[in-house]
């Protein structure tokens, strides 16, 4: 039981427990609920005020940029206002220039004609004097033509004796070269005979066999001091039924950055039937690809008078890849441009193949062989241009040798030629026209023969 006393008599009476619970529950929820009004009265006021500043503030705010962009198209207006007059003014100014420079142009127009015309008669002037010179200097060449024709008759009268002198010399040495020429015609005459019966006791295999010889001898004498570690033997692998004649390969660090595949064909003058050099070029690429072999090199004495063959390193790439026809003078030069265009790719070569041993993820490898692709194909296509570029300097070296040649043949053909007018110029040849000369010679003649009589 609670005890509760009244506020107003002060008297005291008792209550149960739910009624006491009761009457605190109606004063508690008396209490909150004006608590609640008087809250919520608070916060609208509070809400509303808010509310009446911000919209004042957004309305000041509104109005000063509202101003500043009126201030702003005023000033804009202003300075388009002042480029149009600036423009106005430059139009002008432009205008009056043009006036001027044209006023300019015809006036030196005007002096050009004139400076022009009065050059033009300067330079007729100038013709007619020199007509004038010329014409004396003609009279004067002829009066020294004339004084040199008796000079010459003069010398020609002192060097009589000259003239015999040389003609019994010339004789002498022309008699030694007559012997020295027989000499050395007869030698080459024998050797010429040697290589025919050579070539005649020789059969197809040994002719053949003949080339390969001399290549490999070139290669070990120049090449191999240079690249000890390099392959270079005949292919005797006829297991897919064909085979080339050499094959040639190099390494560093133990990776193989150049191969390539020889074959070398010859026959002999008196074959019936010849072939060309095209005959080989389809088997000569099928070797290369069964031994796995970089390029291929067909060395050929084949077609002699093709001027295709005979003019330097043909590359017939655009028929079967990466091969090449040559003549055997350009054996080594052409191995040593393989092995230096090679040598260039050799770092990617390395970086495939540590790439190819590491355990690396598939899509990353395979963007990594894609980036070396495309770097090694473009670094090859500058290496074939180089390379291109360098058969064509040889190319026209040896165009330019031929000319030399042909230059130095030309002129011991000339030297011989006037040796030939040499020898045969006589005293009978000199005064054949000349009756004055002839009767001199007649009379000193006439005079030895009177002395020698004495």
Not at 23 to 41: H, L, M, P, S
Not at 77 to 95: F, N, P, V, Y
Not at 301 to 321: A, C, T
């Amino acid at each position: 039981m609670k005890e509760l006393k009244c506020p107003n008599c002060g008297s005291v009476f008792s209550v149960d427990e739910e009624d006491y619970a009761s009457i605190v529950n109606q004063v508690k929820n008396a209490e909150f609920d004006a608590e609640i009004e008087r809250r919520i009265g608070e916060l609208n006021s509070r809400h509303r005020a808010e509310q009446e500043l911000a919209a004042a503030k957004a309305a000041q705010k509104f109005q000063q940029q509202l101003a500043q962009k009126e201030l702003e198209i005023g000033a804009k207006e202003a300075e388009i206002g002042r480029i149009r007059g600036e423009k106005d003014s430059e139009i002008t100014l432009l205008k009056n220039r043009l006036q001027s420079i044209e006023a300019q142009k015809d006036s030196e127009r005007s002096v050009a004609l004139a400076e022009t015309e009065k050059r033009i008669s300067e330079l007729k002037s100038s013709i007619q004097q020199y007509e004038t010179k010329l014409q004396m200097a003609i009279m004067e060449e002829r009066a020294k033509a004339q004084q040199n024709l008796q000079n010459k008759e003069l010398e020609i009268a002192r060097l009589k004796s000259d003239v015999e002198l040389e003609k019994s010399r010339a004789q002498n040495h022309e008699a030694e070269l007559v012997k020295q020429h027989q000499i050395e015609l007869r030698n080459k005459q024998e050797l010429v005979d040697y290589y025919k019966d050579l070539k005649t006791r020789m059969s197809t295999k040994m002719v053949g066999e003949t080339l390969e010889i001399h290549c490999s001898t070139l290669f070990n004498q120049l090449l191999r001091p240079m690249m000890p570690d390099a392959y270079f033997e005949k292919d005797n692998d006829a297991a897919d039924g064909t085979k080339g004649d050499f094959i040639f390969r190099d390494f560093e660090d133990g990776v193989e950055y150049v191969s390539i595949m020889f074959e070398m064909k010859n026959e002999m003058d008196t074959t019936a039937t010849k072939h060309k050099n095209e005959d080989f070029l389809k088997k000569l690429d099928d070797d290369r690809r069964k031994k796995n072999c970089e390029f291929a090199v067909l060395v050929s004495l084949l077609e002699p008078d093709n001027e295709l063959y005979n003019g330097g390193i043909v590359d017939v790439s655009y028929r079967y890849p990466k091969m090449y026809v040559i003549r055997p003078q350009f054996f080594i030069p052409l191995i040593t441009l393989l092995v230096q265009t090679s040598k260039k790719s050799l770092e990617y070569k390395k970086q495939l193949i540590l790439a190819q041993n590491k355990d690396v993820d598939v899509t990353n490898f395979e963007n990594a062989l894609l980036d070396f692709q495309d770097k090694f194909g473009r670094n090859y296509r500058i290496a074939s241009e180089k390379f291109k570029t360098a058969i064509d300097e040889i190319d026209k070296s040896i165009a330019h040798l031929q000319k030399i040649k042909e230059a130095l043949l030309g002129s011991e053909n000339n030297l011989r030629l006037a040796n030939d007018k040499a020898q045969d110029l006589t005293i009978k040849k000199l005064t054949r026209n000349n009756a004055t000369m002839k009767q001199k010679f007649d009379a000193a003649r006439s005079a030895q023969q009177s002395a020698d009589e004495a």
